[in-house]
C-alpha cells in the first residue's frame, strides 16, 4: 500500500460532475496528512480533455469504446482492477447514483473497507460522516487498509478542486471488458413543456410535512399570490403529488433562486445539497430539530397549515 | 420468476434523536421504528411485476422488534412469502456483515430478481445492495425507478442528476437498488394486514455468524453543531405571517 489518495473521477455526457472537483479538494486535504499524492482516475471514451481542470498530481486514465457512458459493470470492474494493482492509501468515491452503484462491489470483491457518508476529512485523518438525513454526524479513523470512501457535497467546493494547470494524464491499459451483463440502451431526457425550476427566482417548496396531495393547493395558492413556482423534495414526487420537473435534489433540480420558501422539508443532504445556491432560504418546520433550520436565514417551527393560509390571505390583501 | 426482496426497519427520522451511553452509536430504546421507504418503494415494484407478469415474491426481513407489522403489511399487499432472519443482530449489524450473512441464505432461494431499497439513512459502511449483489455474483444497478422484465432480462430506469434517465438492460439474474417504483406503495387497510397475522405465517431462519470486516469503527457520533442557525420567527402562524411578509417586503417581493 502507499500512501496516495485516489478519486475516481464522475462524468455524464461529457461534462465533469461537481461532485468530482468536490472530491479532489477532499483528497487534497487527507494527502497532506498521509504525505501522498492526488491521483485522479478518469475512465472515458477520447475523454482525456476532462482533465483539464482537475487539482490533482497525476491523472490516470482508460480509454475504451465501453467506457464512453457510466455502466455499473464495466465501471466497477475497471476501477477494482486499478485499484487492486495500486493499493492507493484511500479512494474516493462520489455519494452519487454512480458511485454508490459500484464501490459496495468493490469493497465486498477486494474485502476493502467502506466509509460512507463522508462530508469533511477532520485532523490525524478523522473522517467525518453525515447520516440519519443530517441529524447525525459520526466520525472514525481512516481504515488501516486501502480505505474505500464515499463523499457527499457540502464540506467542500468545487473550486477547490481545481486548478489552472493541467495535471499530467497517463493512459493506463484496459482490463477485460467482455461478457457485460448490462448495456445502456438509451438516454431518456427529461420531461419539458413544465416550468424550469432551475431558472424561477421565487420557489415554494413542499415536503413531506405537506401530508396529502389535496395539501399541494395550498402551496399552489401561495405561489400564485406572491408569484413564485411550486417544487418538491423526493418523497412528494414519489408520491406522484408532483411531476418530476418540479423534483429538488440529489436527481433532480438544483436550484438558486433569490428565495426558497422550504414548506414542511427536513432538509436531508439529498435535498440540501441542490438548494445552497440560493439567495434567502425561509423554513416553515415544526420540527425544531430539522436540519433544515441549520442551512435557512429564517426558520419558524409555526404550523404550517395555519401560516400558509394566513401568509397567503396576508400577500392577496397587499396585492388587492 | 422468483423475486426476493430484503428490507430493513430504520428509526423514523421525524423523531427526536440522541445518542447513548457509549457515545458511538445511537439511542435506539425510544425510537420509532418505521420501514425503510426505499425498501417500501421495492416491495411495491416486486408486486407490481408480480401483477403484470406473474412472480413469487419474498420479503426478507432481519428479525428485530416491530418487524411483524412489516411483514404481514407487505403479506396483505400481495407477498407470497415472508422470511425473518434470525441472528444477532442487535449488537449494531451492519452492511458488510448481513450483505455475506444474507447472500449464503438467498442464494439457497435461487431468486431470478432481488430488489431492495438503493439506500437507507443510517448507512455507515455503504449500501447493502452492491454488496450482496457482489457475493452473490450479480450485476448491480441502483437509484432504480422503473423496471420490466422481458424473458431473461430486465429493462431499468436508472436516474441520473436533473431528471436524466438512462435506460439499461441487464440479464437476470439480478439485483436492483430501488430509488422509486413506478407508483406510490400502496395503502393497506389495516384490518388486511390483522387477517394476515391469522392466515399468514413467517418462515424463520437462521443467520450464519456475522463477520463485521468492512465496516468502519465509529469513534464517536454527535448531533451537528449550528453554527449559523435560522433566524426564528414567531411560533404563532399569524405573527410569524406578518413577519414573514416583512421579510418578502425588504427582499422586494413585496
Known sequence: MNQDIFVAIEHLRGKVSDIS???????????QTTGGKVVAILLGKDAQSLASKFNADTVLYVDHPLLLDFNPEDYQKTLTGIIDEYRPRAVFFGQTTIGMDIVGGISARLGLPLVSSVRTIEADSKLISQICGGKIMAECDLPATTALITLVPGGYKPEQGQSTQSPPVT???????DDLRIKLNQYIEPETGDVDISKESLLIAVGRGIQTQDNISLAEELAQAIGGVVCASRPVVDQGWLPTSRLVGKSGSTVKPKIYLAIGISGAPEHVEAITGSDVI???????????????????????????????EQIRNIKG | MNII????????????FSIDTSGTALDTAWLRMIINEFDDHAIEQAILLKERTGALVTILSTNVEGVDDLLFAAAAKGADKIIKLNGDIESGINNHALARAMATIIRDLKPDLILTGVQAHNDLDGSIGPQLAEYLGMPYIGYISGVNVSGDKAIVRKEYPGGLIGEMQVSLPALLGIQAAEQPPRYVAISKVRQMMKTVSIEELELSTLDSSGAPIVNRMFQPETGERATMLSENADEAANQLINIFKDLGTL
Open chain 1, 171 to 177: 493512459t493506463i491499459p484496459v482490463q477485460q471488458l
Open chain 1, 21 to 31: 472537483y468536490i472530491m479532489l479538494a477532499a483528497a487534497r486535504v487527507l494527502a
Open chain 1, 282 to 312: 425561509i423554513a416553515i418546520n415544526t420540527d425544531p430539530a430539522a436540519p433544515i433550520f441549520n442551512i435557512a436565514k429564517y426558520g419558524t417551527t409555526a404550523d404550517l397549515f395555519d401560516l400558509v393560509p394566513a401568509l397567503t
Open chain 2, 5 to 16: 426482496v430484503p428490507v430493513k426497519l430504520v428509526p423514523d427520522l421525524v423523531e427526536e
